[in-house]
């Protein structure tokens, strides 16, 4: 089997490469968060506003290790269900981070067209400091 698209975005948040990250979404390409905690963007349209919200991720939360993973596929082929368990550390707190996500990923067959990203805003806010801060990293890149 072709290693699917949601792979190498893993493979890439684990390089700390958000340029390449950014580079696999369709210039209209769409994030959602639907999850999101309040001040925080609940929708990201465009691959450039993508490449600018994710340019300080990794000042925010410093990935090491990709924990678990399963990717469903679909009876759509441009569609996929991924889970999947992140691990590492806050830089700014030091504190640990570990974070499951559950992704609904809809790519054109070489970019991510729609990723709609459920994921717990405090249990990011408790690695990160507190939700001030993780609005914070959001602000004005919404």
């Known amino acids: 089997?072709?290693?699917?698209?949601?792979?190498?975005?893993?493979d890439l948040l684990l390089d700390h490469d958000?340029?390449?990250?950014?580079?696999?979404?369709?210039a209209d390409g769409v994030i959602e968060f639907p999850f999101a905690a309040v001040g925080y963007p609940s929708r990201i349209e465009g691959r450039e506003a993508i490449r600018e919200y994710m340019s300080g991720y990794s000042d925010i939360l410093d990935v090491r290790e990709l924990t678990s993973k399963i990717i469903h596929l679909t009876t759509d082929p441009d569609v996929a269900v991924a889970e999947?368990?992140?691990?590492?550390?806050?830089?700014k707190t030091g504190h640990a981070y570990s974070m499951r996500y559950?992704?609904?990923?809809?790519?054109?067959g070489s970019h991510i067209r729609?990723?709609?990203?459920?994921?717990?805003p405090l249990a990011a806010a408790d690695a990160i400091g507190t939700t001030n801060d993780l609005t914070a990293f959001a602000g004005g890149k919404a």
């Open 1 to 10: 089997m072709k290693e699917h698209i949601v792979d190498r975005a893993l």
């Open 18 to 26: 958000m340029e390449g990250f950014s580079d696999l979404w369709a």
């Open 84 to 91: 999947f368990e992140l691990a590492g550390i806050a830089p």
């Open 102 to 108: 559950v992704a609904v990923v809809t790519t054109d």
């Open 114 to 120: 729609h990723y709609r990203d459920y994921w717990s």
